[in-house]
DNA sequence: CTCGATCCCTGGACGC
DNA sequence: TGCGTCCAGGGATCGA
């Protein structure tokens, strides 16, 4: 599932694979999760790739100017978010098109850059320059750029739990449920605590340690926990470093007491529960609303052990 | 204001 | 083996 560090390495991959190539063509087969599909077949054939750069889990690839000069240059760009299943690279028109492949872009040197999304969670968008620098207003602060200072302001600001709040692109960008375990693990706190709650000296350290798990997830090439791969087609590294995500059940590797799951801000959150203590007044809010505990696991009901 | 519910979509895991 | 069911999850949207 792309966050921050999988598209970091998408973008990087693309940079170096694809810059100073032209669209030459384009195919679209199922358009549903694209904007405005006219729009990327008038806009995209004969524009040079000049970047592809990464905004929260959103890539930009910038295109240069048309080269019919009757069409003017609007400083558009190509918006792609992955979803969570989505790929983005450059392939050998002889290399056989996966399942799912549902844009093409042919490239001045013969390849064809392939968009393939089974679940068509993504959304892909020509935007020109002015409707773009709106979209990306709606965003949050980079989490790797953001100070100490900011990030306080926006964790503190809204009276929300801190997994809600790591999780809402307006408030941070980049961020998703992966990387928000993780660094609530790291920091000891539980998902479930108010962001308001938190102590200066908490919010200091999620500061440091989600920067230092995101930094360390991008040198791994990000984590591949279904099917995520790179613009060069590789899985990412990152999930063999994973302490709670997805290891509900297993042994918490700081204390060793059994890691669990509970549904925080509508989204599967695994903590340790003696690293990590719940706030005060969650343990009743479960047993109020037996839906915050998800049901058993397949692999959990059968005592797999790890 | 925050929260939960619902929808989107497919593949994979599981139950029978 | 095969068919039905559940579920994952990011984001938009709507109602409580």
């Given at each position: 599932m792309p966050e921050?560090?999988?598209?970091?390495?998408?973008?990087?991959?693309?940079?170096?694979?694809?810059?100073?190539?032209?669209?030459?063509?384009?195919?679209?087969?199922?358009?549903?999760?694209?904007?405005?599909?006219?729009?990327?077949?008038?806009?995209?054939?004969?524009r040079r790739i000049l970047a592809v750069e990464r905004f929260g889990k959103f890539m930009l690839i910038?295109?240069?100017?048309?080269?019919?000069?009757?069409?003017?240059?609007?400083?558009?760009?190509?918006?792609?978010?992955?979803?969570?299943?989505?790929?983005?690279?450059?392939?050998?028109?002889?290399?056989?098109?996966?399942k799912h492949t549902h844009v093409v872009m042919h490239l001045d040197d013969g390849?064809?850059?392939?968009?393939?999304?089974?679940?068509?969670?993504g959304r892909m968008a020509y935007l020109s320059g002015e409707v773009l620098h709106d979209e990306l207003?709606?965003?949050?602060?980079?989490?790797?750029?953001?100070?100490?200072?900011?990030?306080?302001?926006?964790?503190r600001q809204?009276?929300?739990?801190?997994?809600?709040?790591?999780?809402?692109?307006?408030?941070?960008?980049?961020?998703?449920?992966?990387?928000?375990?993780?660094?609530?693990?790291?920091?000891?706190?539980?998902?479930?605590?108010?962001?308001?709650?938190l102590k200066p000296e908490q919010v200091a350290r999620l500061y440091r340690e989600l920067q230092k798990i995101l930094r360390r997830a991008i040198e791994l090439h990000g984590s591949s926990i279904s099917d995520f791969l790179d613009a060069e087609g590789?899985?990412?590294?990152?999930?063999?470093?994973?302490?709670?995500?997805?290891?509900?059940?297993?042994?918490?590797?700081?204390?060793?007491?059994?890691?669990?799951?509970?549904i925080v801000a509508g989204r599967s959150s695994y903590y340790c529960p003696r690293c990590q203590p719940a706030p005060r007044g969650w343990k009743n809010a479960c047993k109020a609303n037996p839906k915050r505990l998800p049901r058993r696991s397949r692999s959990s009901r059968h005592g797999v052990k790890d």
């Open positions: 921050l560090p999988e598209v970091e390495t998408v973008a990087r991959g693309l940079q170096r694979e694809v810059v100073g190539r032209t669209i030459v063509g384009l195919v679209l087969n199922k358009t549903d999760f694209i904007d405005d599909p006219a729009a990327l077949e008038a806009r995209l054939p004969g910038r295109l240069g100017p048309p080269e019919s000069p009757q069409q003017d240059h609007d400083e558009g760009a190509l918006l792609v978010h992955l979803g969570m299943t989505g790929m983005l690279r450059p392939q050998p028109v002889n290399v056989p098109q996966l390849r064809e850059l392939r968009y393939v999304d089974p679940r068509r969670f207003l709606r965003f949050g602060a980079d989490p790797l750029e953001v100070t100490l200072d900011e990030f306080t302001r926006r964790i809204r009276h929300a739990r801190i997994k809600a709040l790591l999780l809402d692109q307006t408030v941070l960008r980049g961020i998703g449920n992966i990387y928000a375990d993780e660094s609530l693990w790291k920091t000891k706190i539980h998902p479930a605590q108010l962001g308001v709650r590789e899985p990412g590294e990152y999930q063999q470093h994973h302490r709670v995500y997805g290891r509900e059940g297993k042994a918490c590797s700081r204390c060793k007491a059994t890691i669990r799951r509970v």
